[in-house]
């Protein structure tokens, strides 16, 4: 079955840049989206189609996808952006899989 | 605006089979393109997906849990309905329902329901 991995966690510092990755084998070929889980709220789609962001999503928040890695990038970071994010592609024998997610922390 | 709500039984005993009924408001499932899904997370672990169904009622589960799960739609109600066999203990979880489509998967999600299998 198909896997998506990411990194279980990320630190940043206010204002600086997060980078967020996600691995898949030939993800490049596959359309990612991410999404945003904040505790006890349901997930947020932030990116999808790799790099397009829905209608009121900051433009602090960008994608971008190449060979077997995906990558989420926040950048300017807010303490309002800590949370969990999970990439998500399709796969034609697994389906909709989902990555581990990433705890981003604001520090 | 587009809005889903899942329902069902907050607590199922081992070996039961869990009902639940995602109620939807904003879109139809009869159009081209559309569709409802079904997305699980046990507690502070991650996002698990179970099934999908389309516009054409066509079918999509996960390998893993293929077996057990079944989902249907009532166009007609603007409702989805995931069935799970054999409930255990490990699939204790919060099930969350999510509108998609090929090009912007599970762009909007219910507020999930948590249903804990235990005896």
């Known amino acids: 079955s198909y896997e998506l991995t990411q990194p279980p966690s990320v630190s940043v510092s206010p204002g600086q840049t997060a980078s967020i990755t996600c691995s898949g084998d030939?993800?490049?070929?596959?359309?990612v989206c991410w999404y945003q889980q904040k505790p006890g709220q349901s997930p947020e789609l932030v990116i999808y189609q790799d790099s397009k962001r829905p209608s009121g999503i900051p433009e602090r928040f960008s994608g971008s996808s190449s060979g077997n890695t995906a990558t989420l990038t926040i950048s300017g970071t807010q303490a309002v952006d800590e949370g969990d994010y999970y990439c998500q592609a399709w796969d034609s024998n697994t389906g909709e899989v989902f990555g581990g997610g990433t705890k981003v922390t604001v520090l | 605006q587009i809005t889903l709500k899942e329902s069902g039984p907050t607590l199922v005993k081992p070996t039961q089979t869990l009902t639940l009924t995602c109620t939807f408001s904003?879109?139809?499932?009869?159009?081209?393109?559309?569709?409802v899904g079904w997305i699980r997370q046990p507690p502070g672990k991650a996002l698990e997906w179970l099934a999908l169904?389309?516009?054409?009622?066509?079918?999509r589960y996960s390998p893993s849990l293929k077996s057990r799960l079944t989902i249907t739609k009532d166009t007609s109600k603007n409702q989805v309905v995931l069935t799970m066999t054999n409930m255990d203990p490990v699939d204790t979880a919060t099930y969350y329902c999510?509108?998609?489509?090929?090009?912007?998967?599970?762009?909007?999600w219910g507020q999930g329901t948590l249903v804990t299998v235990s005896s």
């Open positions: 030939e993800l490049g070929d596959k359309y």
């Open positions: 904003g879109f139809s499932l009869s159009t081209s393109g559309v569709s």
């Open positions: 169904i389309y516009w054409d009622d066509d079918k």
């Open positions: 999510a509108h998609h489509t090929a090009m912007v998967p599970f762009d909007y």
